[in-house]
């Protein structure tokens, strides 16, 4: 089994219920995210993938959240508020809907609302 690493960050706000005083205020959180991808084999070139091709699709899924009210994304105004579990959710989901190779998978989503606090997604296989 091999495995790559990536890291990369956005800004956004949220607003969290029922979690503690402070996070029900409307706040922000520089995230940072680091996402692992995994598979048993390597290509031609003696890779699993090329590093670009992942960094350009975890660009495109950080479009989508960079300086956004997170609470208004569909994703999240539905019953998955904007945690920082259900970030490493929605990024798992659709960074391996853009992955186009069976082998590879999104082995697993860290994201850090701040220096010492993070939650890690690891989706089923």
């Not at 990536?6 to 979690?19: D, I, P, S, W």
């Not at 798992?92 to 939650?119: C, H, P, W």
């Amino acid at each position: 089994m091999f495995e790559l690493k990536v890291k990369t960050h956005f800004a956004a706000a949220h607003q969290l219920k029922m979690v503690g005083e402070k996070c029900e205020n409307l706040h922000g959180h520089n995230w940072k995210i680091e996402i692992c991808i995994s598979g048993e084999k390597l290509n031609k070139a003696g890779v699993l993938v090329d590093f670009g091709i992942i960094k350009q699709h975890l660009s495109a899924v950080m479009l989508t959240l960079d300086h956004k009210f997170l609470n208004e994304l569909e994703f999240f105004a539905q019953d998955n508020p904007p945690s920082s579990e259900n970030i490493a959710v929605y990024i798992a989901n659709k960074l391996q809907a853009l992955i186009d190779d069976q082998d590879i998978r999104v082995s697993s989503v860290t994201a850090y609302e701040s220096e010492n606090a993070a939650a890690t997604y690891m989706p089923p296989t």
